[in-house]
């Protein structure tokens, strides 16, 4: 029985083999199913070493244009996806080169949307686009698969997603980004040029496979990008279409929500393009301050939307903690937008310090015309810090509201934590920029406190947040942060806020900032000393 199976096998392989003509070849297609289970891959390797690959590519090219041409569905194109599906479900075969080369006309089968082709075509894609060599290969070879987009025409685009979320995904887990970056940014910015240019549902669509394109990466993989081919042109083209959106007052609400999604991740990866002043494109000032003015209004309403629901009755103890708990899940669900915002006001403040201190100091006064225009610019930036600091404002009270509703500090985190780091990141960027919102800040000192000592990876993030805002506060009352750091750790507290400086921080000389220096810089508090000795002497 065995010797007849490998003698069915060798003659498939004959079959399939360059020597053989069409006719064969496809007799060998047929028979391979039928002769071969899916999973010996050892006689799927024998025959695949053996086959004219080419036969599979012409077979799908030829029903592709038969399917664009007549809409007709050649039972060729259906083998041909299938074959090639079973062979991609072994590792070898799957990244094999004659396989990889399959890659552009398996997306346009794909794309196409016949009942089962492109099913099988799809599942051959993903299976080698899954192994590194096949991310690998589209990035190598950009421009093939640029053209396969052209041809088909974004007819599917949960293809066109899978693939350019698996490339960042790639480029996330790979170190040397710059062999790469080229193929990435010939693919996104042609996803980037049809977004822009788009005036129907397919822009909308478009949102959402840029965001899942975006989204893998960070900021080292977009720097490492941005070094060997500028994304300025990208993050251009999908400033310009989110800010059409944006302005688009007719339009869904999703549709906003969806846009400021995409535009936090140009303000997360690429602020220094976002919110350029001066770029070769001058539209792409005006669309950032169009999504900051957006985000931060929002921003509000979001935190609206959580602060107005009614506080749980503690004391009435008809809830259990579980019922509470999901109580309160379903409160914080309806601030989801809040991060995005978040993301979106504090990447513009971060940028703004760095920009205004990069700004050379004016020898010669200035003419007429250029007078004229720093003034406007100064105008368009003390109203948008306007904005931000109603954000900023808002998201104090929210975070002592939220105190209240709650039994412990770290319950907050853990039941919302990129909420709390947004909220931080946010109010970190802005308490190290202007003193008047530290008074009102005061209570979420000790929050703060708290995660940094017991908040695990999330606490470290927030330390990092807190720092600049301590340097801030010192800062503003003339206290070195060295000296002030030193009689922390000799219990010298010394320090009060000077009267007589106009702006000095409220904080300096509170317990409270004294707390949370202490967690910023590992210094142990007194409870913590005493009860170290208490071990100590057990």
Known sequence: METKHKQQIDQCAQ??????????????????????????????????????????????????????KNQDDSPMLG??????????????????????????????????????????????????LALDAGAQRILDRSELFVDAVSETELRNMDVAGFVLKRCSEFIHLHDDISIYAHGWGCLVGKFSSMFDAARDMVKFELMSVLASCLEPLDSDDAAGIDAVDSCLRVVSAISSGCAWILSQKSEPTKYTDQALVLYS??????????????????????????????????????????????????????MTLEQEAKKEKERLKLGWKYPVCAEIASGWLEWIGRWLDEQPDQIEPANGAEKQQEEEQEQTIYKLMSEVQKLSEASVGFLCDWKDRTRDDLQMLSSAPELVLSAMHLLGAWLATDPKLHKPAIPILPMCATWILQGGNDGAVIKEYMRPCISFALDTCDVSEMHYVDD???????????????????????????????????????????????????
């Open 15 to 68: 079959l399939l083999s360059s020597q053989s003509t069409d006719d064969e070849k496809l007799a060998g297609l047929l028979l391979l199913p039928r002769i071969i289970d899916a999973q010996d891959g050892d006689s799927l390797a024998l025959v695949f070493e053996s086959m004219d690959s080419r036969f599979l590519e012409r077979l799908l090219r030829t029903g592709i244009k038969q399917h664009l």
């Open 79 to 128: 083998i041909a996806a299938y074959v090639i599906d079973v062979f991609a479900s072994h590792q070898k075969i799957a990244q094999h080169p004659r396989m990889l080369d399959r890659i552009p006309t398996l997306y346009r089968a794909a794309s196409l949307g016949i009942p089962g082709v492109s099913a099988e075509a799809m599942q051959a894609l993903g299976k080698i």
């Open 265 to 318: 991740h140009l303000a997360r990866l690429w602020p220094s393009h976002a919110y350029s002043r001066d770029p070769p494109y001058p539209d792409l000032t005006k669309n950032s301050e169009l999504a900051l003015r957006l985000a931060c209004i929002e921003g509000q309403a979001s935190l609206d939307g959580m602060m107005i629901c009614a506080p749980l009755d503690k004391k009435a103890g008809k």
């Open 488 to 538: 922390l750790k000799t219990r010298e507290s010394r320090y009060a806020r000077p009267k007589t400086l106009e702006f000095a921080s409220p904080w300096v000389g509170s317990i409270e900032f004294d707390d949370l220096s202490r967690a910023v810089y590992n210094i142990p508090s007194d409870e913590d000393i005493l009860r170290a000795r208490q071990s100590q002497a057990r």
